[in-house]
Protein backbone atom coordinates (compact mmCIF):
# COMPACT_ATOMS: atom_id res chain seq x y z
CA UNK A 1 0.00 0.00 0.00
CA UNK A 2 2.80 2.39 0.89
CA UNK A 3 5.87 0.60 -0.72
CA UNK A 4 8.21 2.66 -2.29
CA UNK A 5 6.38 5.84 -1.39
CA UNK A 6 8.51 8.26 0.92
CA UNK A 7 8.01 8.09 4.46
CA UNK A 8 9.26 10.52 6.76
CA UNK A 9 9.97 10.07 10.27
CA UNK A 10 6.22 9.26 11.52
CA UNK A 11 3.53 7.59 9.91
CA UNK A 12 -0.03 7.94 10.90
CA UNK A 13 -1.87 4.91 10.54
CA UNK A 14 -5.26 5.29 12.49
CA UNK A 15 -6.24 8.80 14.17
CA UNK A 16 -9.83 8.97 15.66
CA UNK A 17 -10.16 12.67 15.40
CA UNK A 18 -9.98 12.72 11.56
CA UNK A 19 -12.68 13.02 8.98
CA UNK A 20 -12.22 9.38 7.72
CA UNK A 21 -10.89 7.59 10.90
CA UNK A 22 -11.11 3.90 9.59
CA UNK A 23 -9.53 5.08 5.81
CA UNK A 24 -7.18 2.07 5.26
CA UNK A 25 -8.50 0.01 7.77
CA UNK A 26 -11.23 -3.20 7.65
CA UNK A 27 -13.81 -3.66 10.50
CA UNK A 28 -15.22 -6.76 12.15
CA UNK A 29 -17.65 -6.90 13.92
CA UNK A 30 -19.41 -10.46 14.78
CA UNK A 31 -20.55 -10.59 18.32
CA UNK A 32 -19.19 -7.52 19.14
CA UNK A 33 -19.19 -3.41 18.17
CA UNK A 34 -16.70 -0.93 16.70
CA UNK A 35 -17.76 2.52 16.89
CA UNK A 36 -16.94 6.24 17.80
CA UNK A 37 -17.92 7.80 21.40
CA UNK A 38 -16.45 10.30 23.18
CA UNK A 39 -13.83 9.45 26.19
CA UNK A 40 -15.10 11.15 29.04
CA UNK A 41 -11.41 11.40 30.44
CA UNK A 42 -9.90 12.82 27.44
CA UNK A 43 -12.79 14.73 26.14
CA UNK A 44 -12.51 13.33 22.52
CA UNK A 45 -13.84 11.55 20.18
CA UNK A 46 -11.95 7.73 20.35
CA UNK A 47 -12.93 4.24 18.76
CA UNK A 48 -14.58 1.85 20.70
CA UNK A 49 -14.01 -2.22 20.06
CA UNK A 50 -15.89 -4.05 22.53
CA UNK A 51 -16.45 -8.03 21.86
CA UNK A 52 -17.44 -11.00 24.16
CA UNK A 53 -13.99 -12.34 22.90
CA UNK A 54 -11.11 -10.34 21.40
CA UNK A 55 -12.17 -12.55 18.36
CA UNK A 56 -15.74 -10.78 17.95
CA UNK A 57 -14.48 -7.14 17.19
CA UNK A 58 -11.31 -5.79 15.64
CA UNK A 59 -9.83 -3.70 12.61
CA UNK A 60 -7.25 -4.56 10.17
CA UNK A 61 -5.25 -2.37 7.77
CA UNK A 62 -4.57 -2.79 5.38
CA UNK A 63 -7.97 -3.74 3.57
CA UNK A 64 -8.39 -5.54 0.77
CA UNK A 65 -7.44 -5.63 -2.07
CA UNK A 66 -4.18 -4.18 -0.40
CA UNK A 67 -1.80 -7.16 1.05
CA UNK A 68 0.29 -5.02 2.82
CA UNK A 69 1.18 -1.88 4.43
CA UNK A 70 4.53 -1.50 3.41
CA UNK A 71 6.15 1.17 6.17
CA UNK A 72 9.46 0.86 6.82
CA UNK A 73 9.55 2.72 10.44
CA UNK A 74 10.32 0.37 13.11
CA UNK A 75 8.57 1.43 16.15
CA UNK A 76 4.74 0.97 16.45
CA UNK A 77 2.62 3.44 19.01
CA UNK A 78 -0.80 3.19 20.21
CA UNK A 79 -2.61 5.22 22.68
CA UNK A 80 -5.19 2.92 23.81
CA UNK A 81 -7.45 2.53 27.05
CA UNK A 82 -7.56 -0.47 28.64
CA UNK A 83 -10.85 -1.68 29.99
CA UNK A 84 -9.40 -4.45 32.52
CA UNK A 85 -11.20 -6.92 29.82
CA UNK A 86 -8.92 -9.54 27.40
CA UNK A 87 -7.30 -7.14 24.72
CA UNK A 88 -4.89 -7.88 22.33
CA UNK A 89 -3.19 -6.89 18.71
CA UNK A 90 -0.73 -7.90 16.06
CA UNK A 91 1.70 -6.89 13.79
CA UNK A 92 2.70 -9.04 11.02
CA UNK A 93 6.09 -7.59 9.78
CA UNK A 94 8.67 -8.82 6.79
CA UNK A 95 12.09 -9.66 7.52
CA UNK A 96 15.66 -10.07 5.72
CA UNK A 97 14.69 -13.45 4.98
CA UNK A 98 11.62 -13.09 3.71
CA UNK A 99 9.73 -14.47 6.42
CA UNK A 100 5.97 -12.95 7.37
CA UNK A 101 5.91 -13.16 10.48
CA UNK A 102 3.62 -12.43 13.63
CA UNK A 103 3.16 -10.71 17.03
CA UNK A 104 0.80 -10.91 19.06
CA UNK A 105 0.15 -8.65 21.85
CA UNK A 106 -2.07 -9.73 24.54
CA UNK A 107 -3.42 -8.68 28.25
CA UNK A 108 -4.23 -12.41 28.44
CA UNK A 109 -0.93 -14.13 27.76
CA UNK A 110 1.18 -15.05 30.61
CA UNK A 111 4.48 -16.04 28.92
CA UNK A 112 6.75 -15.00 25.78
CA UNK A 113 5.99 -18.06 23.32
CA UNK A 114 8.08 -18.60 19.63
CA UNK A 115 7.04 -20.07 16.90
CA UNK A 116 8.26 -20.15 13.33
CA UNK A 117 5.77 -17.53 12.28
CA UNK A 118 4.21 -16.32 15.23
CA UNK A 119 5.64 -14.72 18.79
CA UNK A 120 3.00 -14.26 21.62
CA UNK A 121 3.62 -11.88 24.02
CA UNK A 122 2.30 -10.59 27.45
CA UNK A 123 1.57 -6.95 27.83
CA UNK A 124 1.19 -5.10 30.74
CA UNK A 125 -1.42 -2.62 30.78
CA UNK A 126 -2.99 -0.13 33.56
CA UNK A 127 -6.89 0.32 33.56
CA UNK A 128 -7.37 3.89 31.94
CA UNK A 129 -4.90 5.42 28.84
CA UNK A 130 -2.07 3.74 28.25
CA UNK A 131 0.88 4.61 25.66
CA UNK A 132 2.35 1.64 23.84
CA UNK A 133 5.76 1.44 22.63
CA UNK A 134 7.51 -1.16 20.98
CA UNK A 135 10.38 -1.52 18.87
CA UNK A 136 9.47 -4.19 16.09
CA UNK A 137 13.38 -3.95 14.92
CA UNK A 138 14.33 -5.20 18.56
CA UNK A 139 11.08 -8.10 18.37
CA UNK A 140 12.44 -9.58 15.00
CA UNK A 141 15.80 -9.13 15.84
CA UNK A 142 15.55 -11.34 19.22
CA UNK A 143 13.09 -14.05 18.39
CA UNK A 144 14.06 -14.69 15.06
CA UNK A 145 18.22 -13.46 14.61
CA UNK A 146 16.62 -11.60 11.75
CA UNK A 147 16.49 -8.12 10.18
CA UNK A 148 13.28 -6.17 10.53
CA UNK A 149 12.44 -4.83 7.05
CA UNK A 150 8.71 -3.64 6.76
CA UNK A 151 5.56 -3.42 8.48
CA UNK A 152 2.93 -5.91 6.32
CA UNK A 153 -0.48 -5.80 8.50
CA UNK A 154 -2.01 -4.44 11.67
CA UNK A 155 -4.69 -5.51 13.43
CA UNK A 156 -6.20 -4.27 16.69
CA UNK A 157 -9.21 -6.57 18.71
CA UNK A 158 -11.27 -5.78 20.96
CA UNK A 159 -11.86 -4.69 24.39
CA UNK A 160 -10.13 -0.93 23.83
CA UNK A 161 -10.47 2.33 23.26
CA UNK A 162 -8.12 3.64 20.68
CA UNK A 163 -6.67 7.13 19.58
CA UNK A 164 -4.23 6.73 17.98
CA UNK A 165 -1.78 4.54 15.74
CA UNK A 166 1.24 5.38 14.00
CA UNK A 167 4.65 4.25 13.35
CA UNK A 168 8.03 6.40 13.55
CA UNK A 169 11.94 5.59 13.54
CA UNK A 170 12.12 6.17 16.53
CA UNK A 171 10.90 6.11 20.30
CA UNK A 172 9.71 9.68 20.75
CA UNK A 173 8.25 11.23 24.36
CA UNK A 174 4.70 12.38 23.99
CA UNK A 175 6.07 16.05 24.46
CA UNK A 176 8.43 16.00 21.72
CA UNK A 177 5.54 14.65 18.97
CA UNK A 178 4.25 17.10 16.65
CA UNK A 179 0.29 18.03 18.50
CA UNK A 180 -1.62 15.89 16.48
CA UNK A 181 0.37 12.30 17.36
CA UNK A 182 0.24 13.14 21.56
CA UNK A 183 -2.13 11.83 23.89
Known amino acids: MFRGKYQNKLFSLFSSGGSQPL ?16 DEDLKRTV ?10 AHITSPPPPHHCLGLRLPWITL ?6 QPFSFEVQILDDD ?9 TYHKETKLSTFLTTMPLKLVPGWNIVQLNLAE ?4 AYGTMYMETLKVQVHANCRLLKVFLSDRMYADEDLPSGYRL
Open 139 to 142: FTER
Open 23 to 38: YGWIVKEMSGSVHQVK
Open 98 to 106: EMRRRFRFS
Open 47 to 56: LELTGTNIAT
Open 79 to 84: HLKYFN
